[in-house]
């Protein structure tokens, strides 16, 4: 009823769905933390460094870096010599079938 005494009655149907049904966490390599980067020579470096994931479920991690480290289940730190032309590596890892890449820019 309004303030002039009109009034209106009107059926409303209301209904309620459940909430939508969301997508867990992917699992991704966030960074990487560089632990030591050591000069071999005037175009070579010995790399350690520690990939850092995000929605880890604490199960077996296979990590790999393309062309440069094979896919291994250790849990790192690793070590590599890199060129220092090859700035840029691809690191790779695989969680309960779900793949997440990371192009790590170490120099």
């Known amino acids: 009823t309004d303030p002039a005494g ?3 009655n009107t059926p409303l ?3 309620i769905s ?3 049904v969301t997508n867990p966490a992917l699992f991704t ?3 990487a933390n560089t632990l030591s980067c050591v000069t071999v020579s005037t175009t070579e470096r010995q790399l350690v460094f520690l990939p850092l994931y995000a929605a880890s479920n604490g199960s077996t991690i296979t990590f ?3 062309n440069e480290l094979a ?3 250790n849990p790192g730190p690793y070590t590599l010599r890199l060129y220092t032309d090859n700035p840029t590596i691809n690191l790779r890892a ?3 079938g779900q793949t997440a ?3 790590y820019n170490w120099l």
């Open 6 to 8: 009109l009034s209106v």
């Open 13 to 15: 149907v209301l209904t």
């Open 18 to 20: 459940p909430a939508p």
């Open 29 to 31: 390599i966030t960074s």
């Open 64 to 66: 790999s870096v393309v």
């Open 71 to 73: 896919p291994t289940t």
């Open 94 to 96: 695989q969680q309960n």
């Open 101 to 103: 890449s990371f192009a």
